[in-house]
T-cell receptor, first 114, second 114 residues
Framework: GNSVTQMEGPVTLSEEAFLTINCTYT??????LFWYVQYPGEGLQLLLK?????DKGSNKGFEATYRKETTSFHLEKGSVQVSDSAVYFC?????????????FGKGTRLSVIA | SAVISQKPSRDICQRGTSLTIQCQVD?????MFWYRQQPGQSLTLIAT?????????ESGFVIDKFPISRPNLTFSTLTVSNLSPEDSSIYLC???????????FGQGTRLTVV
C-alpha cells in the first residue's frame, strides 16, 4: 500500500539556519505530494504541493521538489524564523477521484530558537 | 478550496459522558474524513463518511464508540462516546476536492477527559 516516511524529530535550529526535512514515499502510479504545517493549537494547513515529477512546490520561503527517481519530496527553507516553529507533515494522494483520504507521514516537530 | 467550520474548538468532559463534534463545509463534498491526533502524534483516520450511507471505519475504530452522522453533503458529526482519559486527543474533520487536490481541514477539537 501507499506510505510516507519522514525524518524523525524533533528538529531544533537557530534562527536563520537552513532547514531540510526528508520525506520519501511508496506509491503505485504517480501520486500527488503535499506538505502540511500545524502551528500550536491549530489544524493542518497546506504549505505546498506538487502533482507531477520534477514539479517544485513553494510557499513562504519553503520549497520541495517532486523527485520520482528517488521517490522523495524533501522540504527545504534557506533561513528559518522563530515563527516557523510547528509540526510539518508530508502526505500523498493517489491520482484518484478525490474520494480517498491523504496518506500522512508521522510529522516532524521543528523548533526555531532566537 | 473549501472552508470548514468545526466546533467546539475545545472541551473538557467527564469520563463516561459523550461529546459530539460538528463539521460544516462551505461547499458540497462527497466524502468527509474524521481523524484523531493523539498528543505528539500524527493523524490517524477514524472513518470516512459518505452522505446517505453508513460511515466506513478503519481498523481499531467501531461505530458504537465513534458514531458518525452525515445528513447532507455539507455537514457531518462525530460523537465520541463513553469517554475515558485515553480519548483525550485532537479530533479533525477533513474534505478533499476533485482529483489531485489537497485535503482541507477544520481547526480541530481539543478534547480533554477528566
Amino acid at each position: 500500500g501507499n506510505s510516507v516516511t519522514q525524518m524523525e524529530g524533533p528538529v531544533t535550529l537557530s534562527e536563520e539556519a537552513f532547514l531540510t526535512i526528508n520525506c520519501t514515499y511508496t506509491a503505485t502510479g504517480y501520486p500527488s505530494l503535499f506538505w502540511y504545517v500545524q502551528y500550536p493549537g491549530e489544524g493542518l494547513q497546506l504549505l505546498l504541493k506538487a502533482t507531477k515529477a520534477d514539479d517544485k512546490g513553494s510557499n513562504k520561503g519553503f520549497e520541495a521538489t517532486y523527485r520520482k527517481e528517488t521517490t522523495s519530496f524533501h522540504l527545504e527553507k534557506g533561513s528559518v524564523q522563530v515563527s516557523d516553529s510547528a509540526v510539518y507533515f508530508c502526505a500523498l494522494s493517489d491520482r484518484d477521484s478525490g474520494n480517498t483520504p491523504l496518506v500522512f507521514g508521522k510529522g516532524t516537530r521543528l523548533s526555531v530558537i532566537a | 478550496s473549501a472552508v470548514i467550520s468545526q466546533k467546539p474548538s475545545r472541551d473538557i468532559c467527564q469520563r463516561g459522558t459523550s461529546l459530539t463534534i460538528q463539521c460544516q463545509v462551505d461547499s458540497q463534498v462527497t466524502m468527509m474524513f474524521w481523524y484523531r491526533q493523539q498528543p505528539g502524534q500524527s493523524l490517524t483516520l477514524i472513518a470516512t463518511a459518505n452522505q446517505g450511507s453508513e460511515a466506513t471505519y478503519e481498523s481499531g475504530f467501531v461505530i458504537d464508540k465513534f458514531p458518525i452522522s452525515r445528513p447532507n453533503l455539507t455537514f457531518s458529526t462525530l460523537t465520541v462516546s463513553n469517554l475515558s482519559p485515553e480519548d483525550s486527543s485532537i479530533y479533525l474533520c477533513s474534505v478533499r476536492g476533485t482529483a489531485n487536490t489537497e485535503a482541507f481541514f477544520g481547526q480541530g477539537t481539543r478534547l480533554t477527559v477528566v
